[in-house]
C-alpha cells in the first residue's frame, strides 16, 4: 500500500497563478531513472543507454498526472562511495536536487541486490525532511515484486514497484507523486502591485552589473568569471514613483560548457532561474550583443512563454558595436525566436547606462500588456472588423463561425471565443486571431492565449439548467 504524503509547503507565485512543483527523479547509475523520466514526461527526452552514467547534466521539462502539472527533473547516478570524480560530481548533483526539489522518486533496481550506493541514498533520503516515493523499477511481473520488497529492510514505509519500460505500476507510481505534491497558492493580492522582473541568462551577459547600474551601488558581486552568481536575489528598485523587485539569478550555462566539478553550482543555479521565472510577472533575457542570442537564450524564453510570463530581450555590452552590427544581431535573433517574435529588444550597456531607460520604458509597457483587461464591448466590435475583413476558411467540409469574444485571465491575458465549429478552426486562423488581438489591443511582449469553446454545448447547459 503506498504512503500517502500531504506537504505544508506552498508556492506562491504572481498573478494568481498556480505553482509549479519540483519532482526529482534519483538513484544510483543504470537503475533505469532516464526510461522513467520519459515515461513520465510522456516523451523521449532524457538519453537511454544501457552503460552505467549515461545522464550527465539534468534534464527537466513541465508535464502533469491527474490534472497536476509539475516540473520534473532527470538527475545523475547515485554513487558517493566512487573514486570517479565523474560519478563524485554527479553525487553533488542529487544533493542539489533533493534540496531544491518538492518531491523525490527514488528508483531502485528490483532485479538486484540493493547496493551501498543504494543504501547511502536511502539514508540521504530519510534525512532530507521532503516527501520520498521509493519505486523499484524492473519489476516487469509480478513475479519480481519480491525483490523490489528489499527496500523495506532500510526502514522505507512503502515500495511501489514498476516497469519504466513497460509501464507496469506508473498509474499507481502518479498518483503518489500527485497526492505528494505541495497545495499550490495564489500570490497574495496586496503584493501584485509591485512588478517583479526576473533578470536571466548565460553566465557573463552582464545580469550582475545592470543590477548594480539599477541600485547606483555594488551591491551584486561582479567578476570576469562565469558563473559568479550562485542565487536568486531579490532587490528593490523606485523609479518616478513606481516599484519594481528585480531578482538576479545564476547563469544558465549550455550543455557541455559546465565543469563537471562545478556540477552542484550549475544544477541548482537552473533550479534557481526556473523558481525565479516563476515568482516573476517579467523575464529580462540578458544575452551579451556580442555573442547575440543563443540556443540556451530560447530555451530561457520557451520556459518563460510555457508560463505565461511578460518576456523582454535585453542586447547588453552594446555600446562596444555600431547600429549596424546590432541591427544584424537583432535580425539573427528574431531568427531564433520564432516562436515568440512579439518579443521586444532592447539594446542596453550595463557599464554606461545607455539604453536604461528605455528598458524601464519596455518593462512598464510590458507590465501594462501583461494586466491589461479589454472589455467585452470593445473586442466584439475589434472582432466584428476582423470578421468582416477575414473569415474563418471551411475546413473538413465544416464553415466555421465566430460568434463572440470575452476576456476570461489577465496576466497573461486569456480569451474566449465561442464558435459553431471550435474543432474546425485552422491552427493558421488561431495564429491570426492572436496576432490581431496583439496588434490592435498593444499586448507586445506577452504570450496571448485565446481558447474557443462550443456555443451549442453552452446552450444545451443553459437549457438543462433552466429546466431544472
Known amino acids: 500500500m503506498t504512503k500517502h504524503y500531504k506537504s505544508k509547503a506552498q508556492r506562491i507565485l504572481p498573478g494568481g497563478s498556480l505553482g509549479t512543483p519540483i519532482v526529482a527523479v534519483v538513484g544510483r547509475p543504470n537503475v533505469g531513472k532516464s526510461t522513467l523520466f520519459n515515461r513520465l514526461a510522456r516523451e523521449k527526452i532524457a538519453i537511454v543507454h544501457d552503460e552505467p552514467g549515461v545522464t550527465r547534466d539534468r534534464h527537466y521539462i513541465d508535464t502533469s498526472a491527474f490534472g497536476r502539472d509539475y516540473t520534473l527533473i532527470d538527475t545523475g ?34 532485479l538486484h541486490e540493493l547496493t551501498s550506493a543504494d543504501r547511502a541514498a536511502v539514508s540521504l533520503l530519510r534525512g532530507a525532511k521532503k516527501p520520498v516515493i521509493y519505486a523499484a523499477n524492473k519489476a516487469d511481473s509480478p513475479a519480481a515484486d519480491a525483490n523490489a520488497f528489499e527496500m523495506y529492510r532500510l526502514g522505507v514505509n512503502a515500495v511501489i514497484p514498476i516497469s519504466a519500460l513497460h509501464g507496469r505500476g506508473i498509474g499507481e507510481l502518479e498518483a503518489a507523486i500527485v497526492n505528494a505534491l505541495p497545495d499550490p497558492l495564489p500570490l497574495e493580492e496586496h503584493e501584485d502591485h509591485i512588478t517583479r522582473i526576473a533578470v536571466i541568462g548565460r553566465p557573463n551577459a552582464g545580469k550582475s552589473s545592470l543590477m548594480n547600474r539599477l541600485l547606483g551601488e555594488d551591491r551584486m558581486l561582479v567578476d570576469d568569471k562565469p558563473g559568479t552568481t550562485r542565487d536568486a536575489i531579490d532587490a528593490m528598485i523606485e523609479r518616478n514613483g513606481v516599484q519594481y523587485v528585480f531578482i538576479d539569478t545564476a547563469g544558465i550555462r549550455r550543455k557541455g560548457k559546465v565543469a563537471k566539478a562545478d556540477d552542484t553550482v550549475e544544477s541548482m543555479s537552473v533550479l534557481h532561474a526556473i523558481r525565479s521565472i516563476e515568482r516573476a510577472h517579467i523575464v529580462v533575457v540578458m544575452c551579451d550583443a556580442s555573442e547575440g542570442v543563443a540556443e540556451q537564450d530560447a530555451k530561457i524564453l520557451g520556459l518563460a512563454e510555457d508560463r505565461g510570463r511578460a518576456m523582454i530581450v535585453a542586447l547588453n555590452k552594446s ?29 542596453v550597456s550595463a557599464k554606461t547606462g545607455r539604453g536604461v531607460s528605455h528598458l524601464f520604458k519596455t518593462i512598464d509597457q510590458v507590465r501594462d500588456a501583461f494586466n491589461k483587461r479589454v472589455t467585452t464591448g470593445e473586442l466584439n466590435r475589434f472582432f466584428e472588423k476582423v470578421l468582416e475583413r477575414r473569415p474563418p476558411p471551411t475546413m473538413g467540409g465544416k464553415a466555421p463561425r465566430l460568434y463572440y469574444i470575452t476576456q476570461a485571465e489577465a496576466h ?57
Open 412 to 468: 497573461p491575458p486569456v480569451f474566449i471565443a465561442m464558435s459553431n465549429a471550435p474543432d474546425s478552426l485552422h491552427f493558421s486562423y488561431r495564429r491570426f486571431v492572436i496576432n490581431q488581438l496583439r496588434e490592435h489591443f498593444g499586448f507586445e511582449g506577452v504570450p496571448v492565449r485565446v481558447h474557443y469553446k462550443d456555443k451549442r454545448k453552452k446552450k444545451t447547459e443553459s437549457d438543462e439548467e433552466s429546466e431544472k
Open 319 to 347: 555600446d562596444l558595436m555600431s547600429p549596424k552590427e546590432l541591427d544584424k544581431i537583432e535580425e539573427r535573433a528574431r531568427d531564433k525566436l520564432t516562436f515568440a517574435p512579439y518579443v521586444p529588444i532592447v539594446r
Open 77 to 110: 547516478g547515485f554513487d558517493p562511495d566512487s573514486d570517479d570524480p565523474m560519478k563524485s560530481g554527479i553525487a553533488n548533483h542529487v544533493r542539489a536536487a533533493i534540496k531544491e526539489a518538492d518531491v523525490i522518486v527514488f528508483v531502485s533496481d528490483a
